[in-house]
Every structure is written in structure tokens, then in C-alpha cells.
């Protein structure tokens, strides 16, 4: 089982990296940018956080299959050990299985049916990320498109593994660790609210009022 921060907010890594078992980070466009800060410095303040033995996701932003190339080299040169994320388009097919030949590691992203994963990763990703919430807000079961892609996965695709993305609760990452996903990237706060609760605190307030009341401070 393998926990990621989907995020670039290093105070918040830092803070969550010393007590949660994470595997790494992922980030995306819209992430970076909300950080204002570009990728050249926030990948090696990033790698410095999570250690050289733990992952670190980042997303290309062309449309076609030769920049995407191009853009995945140049990140590379940030990062020797980035895991680039390709859409998962026609294009980007394509540039996963040009990169898959440059023994250069992709994560086939933007993933919205089980078909779209499984596509992925026979052109030659490593890992998928199907966009749970995002599933649902379409009508659709992102639990269930997590449920069938790891299925697949293992039938016909076992070297390539489902990164489970797009959260906004923790029922939405309890259910897809029962549909046998191994591996889901968490915003901060849901990877916040998976610790976080009103009845723990409110327990320890009684356990230490009980103690004092019987023996003191």
C-alpha cells in the first residue's frame, strides 16, 4: 500500500512527511501554479523533503506527442528520478510509448474510464491515476472505474500500477483501498481528516480531566 501527497506546498509536505507513510509526491500544472513557484525550484526543495528513495510525480503541459517528449527530457534534467505524467490522449499514448523507449518512466494521468487506463499502460506507463472525484462529478462511479482497472491491470498489465487520484473525502480513499487499489495521492486535507477526529480529542481531554481529578497533575 503506498501513500502520495498530491501537492507543492512544502511547509505542508514537511509538516505531514514526518509522522504519514507516505511514498511520495505527485503535482500537477495547477498546483505548481498555485504555488508560484516554477518547477526548478520546487522539485529539488520537493526531492529534498521526500528523500532520494521515494517517488516524485511531475505533469507535461504540451498537446502533442514530440513536445511532450521534449518537456519530459527537460524535466528529467531536474529530477533523474521524476516519474513524468502524460495525459492520457492520443497523443499522449504516443509520447508514453516514446518515452517507454527512452527508459524514461510515465504516469498515464487525466484517466476517466478503465479502457483509457488499461491503454495506457500497455503503450508502457508505470502508473495510472484515475480521477475518482472527478468521475463522480460526471455522473459516473470512480470507485468502481478504480475496482475494474486494477482488475485489468492484473490480468493483462501487471507491471504497470492504479495511482488513484482526485479526492475530497475519506470515504472516497477507504473505498478505493477495498476495491484493491495499492496506491492513491491525497491532497493535504484529506490526508489531514484520515487522522483527524472530534472524538479521539475529545477522549484524551476526559482520559487526562479523570486522571487529574484522581491523582493530580
Known sequence: ????LDSADLNAIERLARYMPIQGVTTNPS????GRKPLATILPALRNIIGAENVLFAQVLADNAEEMVKEAEQLQTLDSRLVVKIPVTPEGLLAIKLLKARNIPTLGTAVYSPMQGLLAALAGASYVAPYVNRIDAQGGSGIKCVQELQQLLTLHAPHCQVLAASFKT???VLDCLLAGCTS???PIDVAEQLL????????LVQFNQEWQDAFGA
Open 31 to 34: 498546483i505548481v501554479a498555485k
Open 184 to 186: 492513491v495521492t491525497l
Open 196 to 203: 483527524r477526529s472530534p472524538a479521539v480529542d475529545a477522549a
Open 1 to 4: 500500500m503506498e501513500f502520495y
Open 170 to 172: 475519506p470515504r472516497q
